[in-house]
């Protein structure tokens, strides 16, 4: 099957801010430990370890590596819907950089299967580098994902991204499903 | 640092019955299962579930779904030199097609980490399906990897793809460190 499948173009999409909402699930957890909001006025233009007091910056990335933290992350709004979409013309890779948090690897796995049910788990990509990935497309929220791939890098809108001016830049997936209404 | 690699010949290689000798630990649960031997001439030629009587093909099976099953796995032998060797010339990628067993998924990542402290957790590839991958060579001992591997496919002898004969085949670490002597 997969052979007959060689000449479809292949997108792979990242996980983390791209399909899952793991910004919201952040910022929620970080007013249930510390009783303030982070607003995204604070998060703009950074990295939440960069936009909080330097004695939480340990603990807000030390809840990535939690059992179950990456489990019930919301999926990104349209995500579902676009991927399901696109998967009917196109093959969708799910590719994440899972290495920096390898207790998440399982949770992720299961979080894949429950909320993009159309995919089989043939298309998962749990990745240290996504210098790796043969696709014809990469869309990700990380720049440094988007500057070693060597086919054509589109850049998904996260709060640290916005000031990044190099690459093709889609704000939501509603603006995926039209960029790739253009690809045949 | 991965830009300034770019141009680094890149070779992939399986985990499972090429860097880790997941064939005999198979063996060994077998006995303690079964109380007997299944032999090297048994499993000649065939997977292993196709070896056994039907009523123990699920179980044999569902070992590599425990916990713990894929965390001592021996390291094939003279795996570590050679990669290590081979690390200094080339950029390695390990890539195992982890999607069957993601129960599995963090003992993977503990078994690179201990047996292969050479490579950092950026060349941990965890797959679905090897037709991701951009690499310029693909070790590997299923000849159904290598058929939907866009490099140059190397077939590692294991007792199941004995009469293959579509790719090049090594039989060991050795054979691999003689081979990649040749590519420069």
Not at 51 to 75: H, M, Q, T, Y
Request: a negative charge.
């Amino acid at each position: 099957m997969d052979r007959d499948r060689k000449s479809r173009i292949t997108i792979a999409v990242d996980l983390d801010e791209v399909t899952a909402d793991t910004v919201s699930k952040r910022l929620v957890r970080y007013r249930a430990d510390y009783g303030v909001e982070l607003s995204q006025e604070e998060i703009r233009g950074k990295q939440i370890r960069d936009a909080v007091p330097l004695e939480r910056k340990e603990a807000v990335e030390a809840c990535l590596d939690e059992p179950g933290f990456s489990r019930d992350i919301p999926v990104m709004p349209d995500a579902q819907r676009v991927l399901q979409s696109l998967s009917t013309r196109f093959d969708i890779f799910v590719a994440t950089s899972a290495m920096d948090h390898p207790v998440s690897l399982y949770d992720r796995y299961l979080w894949l299967q429950e909320y993009l049910p159309f995919l089989t788990d043939r298309s998962y990509v749990f990745c240290g580098s996504k210098r790796i990935l043969k696709a014809d497309f990469l869309i990700d929220d990380n720049p440094r994902n988007l500057e070693m791939f060597s086919g054509t890098g589109i850049l998904f809108t996260a709060h640290h991204n916005i000031y990044e001016r190099r690459f093709t830049r889609v704000n939501d997936w509603e603006e995926v499903a039209a960029y790739f209404e253009r690809v045949r």
